[in-house]
């Protein structure tokens, strides 16, 4: 199939709106002559005269009356594709954003993150959706905008990540927990009831790894699927929560947070998206917005 010229858009739009080869062809840049054979071309395409001569000026036919709105909507639509994007106006702004975050990350940053939003960008909403999985699938089909979490090996190799906070595991009781009283020992710490999270309801996982490493094995009670629900048995039953302490700061109320006594890696926080949102300007500037309360110690 032969791909049209759609520069004979632009000629018929011009043609149509100044009704005279001479005005059009000043207009567009072109001699006459050059003129006059983008609008044969048209004539030859479209099967139509277009344009026919009626005493010193050219009137529209029929047909190029039918058309002349459509090429007109079409040359506008092709302009506004081709032209620089604008600067944002965010008090105008109507627009609503998908995140897709682990439990924690909402009830830690997000009170801040709407904050800067409403302020900044009333017309903006946010939308937090739970992440039951690192499936990248949501992002690369739109229905997610911005996801957050650990970036590992089988994260999809085309998406666009940066680092928002660098985070650690700490030990987590209510209130005079006996574990709090005296010095804490590895097996101190094992032999403690434990709340061990996994979305897999695996019973070992990072922390039962580090131990093991130094040849102890932790009393787990319980497994649960996420870090509010560890963090709420740690709070009514009396059992030991081990969570990322920054993401979980906001779960955390009258809680008592204390050192492991094993070495556990840290770990980096990052934000995911999609390489078509990438130049996106109010995506750009959500992102930022994310960094900047991420970035705040006391987010």
């Known amino acids: 199939m032969q791909i049209p010229d759609l520069n004979l858009l632009v000629a018929l739009d011009v043609l149509l709106a100044e009704g005279s080869v ?26 139509d005269p277009l344009l026919v001569r009626a ?5 529209p036919t029929p047909r190029a009356i039918e058309l002349r709105d459509r090429v007109a909507q079409l040359v506008q ?10 600067a944002l106006d965010l008090r105008q702004m109507r627009r609503a ?15 801040a993150l709407i904050g800067r939003l409403a302020v900044e960008a009333p017309g903006v909403q946010l939308r937090f959706v739970q992440k039951p999985d690192k499936d990248s699938k949501p992002l690369r ?15 999809g190799p085309e998406l666009r990540t940066q680092v928002l906070f660098r985070d650690r595991y700490v030990g987590m009781v209510r209130q005079g927990h006996e574990i709090t009283t005296g010095a804490m020992t590895p097996a101190r710490y094992a032999a403690a009831p434990h709340v061990a999270v996994s979305r897999d309801a695996l019973a070992k996982g990072l922390i039962d790894d580090a131990l093991a490493r130094i040849g102890v094995v932790r009393e787990v009670a319980t497994v649960v699927g996420g870090f509010a629900t560890a963090i709420s048995l ?5 059992l030991v929560a081990t969570v990322p302490e920054r ?14 006594p094993m070495p556990v890696p840290e770990f980096s926080v990052s934000m995911l998206w999609h390489p078509r949102m990438d130049a996106d300007p109010a995506h750009r500037w959500l992102r930022g917005r994310v960094r900047e309360v991420c970035a705040d110690p006391a987010g």
């Open 22 to 47: 001479t005005r059009a062809a000043s207009r567009l840049r072109l001699s006459p002559s050059a003129m006059s054979r983008a609008l044969a071309r048209l004539r030859e395409v479209t099967g």
């Open 141 to 155: 089909d739109g229905l997610i905008d911005l996801e957050t979490g650990v970036v590992e090996g089988d994260t």
């Open 77 to 86: 639509d092709a302009q506004a594709v081709l032209r620089p994007v604008e």
């Open 234 to 238: 740690a709070r009514s039953a009396g």
């Open 55 to 59: 005493g010193r000026e050219l009137v």
């Open 247 to 260: 993401h979980t700061q906001g779960l955390r109320d009258g809680l008592v947070s204390f050192e492991l």
């Open 97 to 111: 954003f998908t995140l897709r975050t682990s439990e924690g990350f909402v009830e830690t940053f997000g009170p």
